[in-house]
Each structure stands twice: as C-alpha cells, then as structure tokens.
C-alpha cells in the first residue's frame, strides 16, 4: 500500500526552540511541505523571517517563507522590558545566509492556497493563530479546504495551551470554524526538560528541543499519537485577569471542537528523529 504524502503549511515562530519543526518538515519524505508562514512571538518579524530562511538554507530547501501578522488581532503585543535578547541559534552554530528572500504576507498566501488547492490541506500550527484566524476572517470560505490543524502547544503553568491564550480572539475564530484541529500538548519545560523523554534534533543544532517537531513527525507516522480524547474548548475574551483563560467541558454538553492529544509513543519519535538526523 502506497504511503499517503500530506500536502503541509508549517506555521511557525522559528526561534531556538521551534526551528526543529522547521527542519523536520525540511527533512521530511512523508509531507510536502508547501510554505513556511511566520508566526509572531519572542523574535522580530524580520529576525524571524530571516532565521526561517537561514533554516531552509541550512537543509538545502528552497521552501518559501511568508511573513506574518506581527501580533494579536485585538490585543497590544506585550513584551517583557527585562527579557533577554533574542534567542535564535547557539552562538557558535553559524547557519548560511540565505540566497532567496520572503515573499508575499502569509495571510495572502494562505488565503489563495487553500482556495487553490485541488485536495484538503493540512496546517501545522506551532505558534498563536493570528495569521490562520486572520484568513478566516477574511475568506470563511477556505475552511472547506483545510483537512485539519494540528496545533503543537506548550502548557502553561494554567495547564493550558501557551498560543491559545497568547492571542484569544484568534483562538476563537479557529475554534467556531469546524475545522478539524488537533492539539499536541507539551509539558512545561521552563529549564528545557521535557517529560517526552527526547532531547535535541538534530544533533548538530545543539539546544533544539526535539518535542516542538512531534507534529511534523506524527503526520508521517500516525501511530506516534497513540490516544486522545475530544473535548469542547472555549477561550475567554475578557480583558480582565480572566484574558484567555482556556474552558473546557468536561460533561459534553457541547459538541467537541477539539481532539487532545493523551499519548505520544516518544521511543518511536525518538527513531524517526534519528532517521531524519541521518539524511
């Protein structure tokens, strides 16, 4: 039986910590990888988009990288005035400067690729779902031509997923508009320990943490995911101390818009890491 090759958009912040998503769906035979769009987080825009660049560079890829919404849909972008510099690689991995520059907003892009697409996408979301939220508003209509989103999301201390709440409004409209989304779960990891029991990837890229590239390596192997549980999610849209705050319903009174991931088999993603590591 021939193995099926997903069609993939890779949503992404590509600091230190998320470029291992990067590469893993640069690496990869079981996706095709159709674009890169950037998601804001701790980077600039333009450090994040060059570092993508750098990245698909780096694996020899001449993906193309999209520029993305430099924020949330409705919020200020809050930035910490004591946070560190700008983590993107350790100071002593030099990556290529890039031949090729980004080119149209990811918003854009996404908007005409779904709507172009002769078969259902899928969309890998590893940051907040600014720009996915902001092609929805603008074209409701592509939601016929997303297969599903599978959203890979570190736990707050809260226990809940970072990116929904980094940017609600957003969350919001991903949830209310029945596309199939999935989420991966990841442990909170503040010293970079992560209860997956998988480390780094690759193993030249000292300090990327391998869990962040667990949705590019599932969709190749959907046994990785081996349980999950479908639950009702809602985001609060309050201002106040209660912004973002995730609801679940724990009785199904309300139809599941989510499926959350129980179970990862982590000694299989640690073979298929190790399999990318060596092409």
């Not at 209509?141 to 940017?167: H, Q, T, W």
């Not at 590239?213 to 479908?230: D, W």
Request: charged share 25%.
């Amino acid at each position: 039986m021939e193995k099926e090759i997903r069609n993939v958009i890779l949503d992404v912040h590509p600091d230190v910590f998320q470029s291992a998503a990067v590469l893993a769906a640069l690496k990869s035979e079981s996706i095709r990888l159709l674009g890169i769009t950037i998601a804001w987080g701790r980077l600039s825009a333009e450090t994040a988009v060059q570092q993508a660049l750098m990245l698909c560079e780096l694996a020899g890829k001449q993906t193309a990288v999209y520029p993305g919404c430099p924020g949330p849909i409705a919020r200020k972008l809050y930035r910490r005035p004591d946070a560190p510099a700008e983590p993107t690689v350790p100071g002593d991995l030099p990556l290529p400067q890039p031949k090729t520059t980004a080119r149209e907003h990811a918003v854009a892009f996404l908007v005409h690729t779904f709507r172009a697409a002769e078969e259902k996408l899928t969309l890998v979301a590893q940051g907040p779902l600014t720009n996915i939220a902001m092609a929805l508003r603008i074209a409701p209509d592509i939601s016929s031509g997303i297969r599903e989103i599978l959203l890979v999301d570190r736990l707050d201390v809260a226990y809940a997923p970072e990116n929904l709440r980094k940017d609600p409004e957003a969350a919001e409209i991903v949830l209310r508009s029945s596309i199939p989304l999935r989420i991966i779960p990841l442990p909170a990891a503040p010293e970079g320990v992560s209860e997956l029991e998988i480390r780094q990837f690759p193993e030249d890229l000292p300090g990327y943490a391998l869990e962040n590239a667990v949705g590019v390596l599932a969709l190749g192997t959907e046994s990785l995911l081996r349980s999950s549980r479908k639950l009702h999610i809602q985001v609060c849209l309050d201002h106040g101390t209660g912004a973002g705050a995730i609801l679940t319903d724990f009785i199904h009174r309300e139809k599941a818009n989510t499926e959350w991931v129980t179970d990862i088999d982590t000694q299989r993603c640690k073979a298929l890491a190790a399999a990318l590591n060596r092409r």
